[in-house]
């Protein structure tokens, strides 16, 4: 797929539509698995939300720079080493605050994290490539308009 240059308000509107979909599919889930109140995890759920956000605009904005300066096309490769690197560093930000405020070690936190890594990473890769196909369609219509 080619590349669509993006401009802030696209970067923000990708990273809110990203996060609030996947608050309302894994928060309940993550209460339901750990045994807690929706409410204590739905709150570390939208922290966690805050920080992936602006690591979301920020990673992106970098990811984006690369693919250009060397030419990348957004294959299944690319958009695998995205999806990693984009969770690599959200578990380094993340892990010391779900610790925290699980009252856990950071190594069941890190635990934790790897668990719902499983299920962010396909869904990072869906969302990400269908949000480009979509994307992509918005901007030939307006194109066409």
Excluded at 27 to 38: E, F, K, S, T, Y
Excluded at 66 to 76: A, D, I, W, Y
Aim: aromatic residues 14%.
């Amino acid at each position: 797929m080619k590349y669509l240059k993006k401009t802030m308000v696209a970067r923000v509107a990708h990273a809110l539509a990203f996060e609030l979909l996947a608050l309302a599919l894994f928060a309940p889930l993550g209460a339901w698995l750990l045994g807690l109140p929706v409410a204590h995890v739905g709150v570390l759920s939208v922290a966690i939300s805050a920080i992936a956000m602006a690591w979301n605009v920020v990673f992106n904005a970098w990811f984006e720079r690369v693919e250009r300066r060397f030419g990348l096309v957004r294959n299944v490769a690319v958009r695998v080493a995205h999806a990693c690197a984009f969770e690599f560093g959200l578990v380094v930000l993340a892990v010391p605050l779900a610790a925290w405020w699980l009252d856990i070690g950071l190594v069941d936190a890190l635990l934790l994290d790897f668990g719902f890594l499983l299920l962010f990473l396909p869904y990072t890769f869906g969302f990400n490539a269908v949000y480009d196909r979509l994307r992509a369609h918005w901007v030939a219509r307006r194109a066409i308009a």
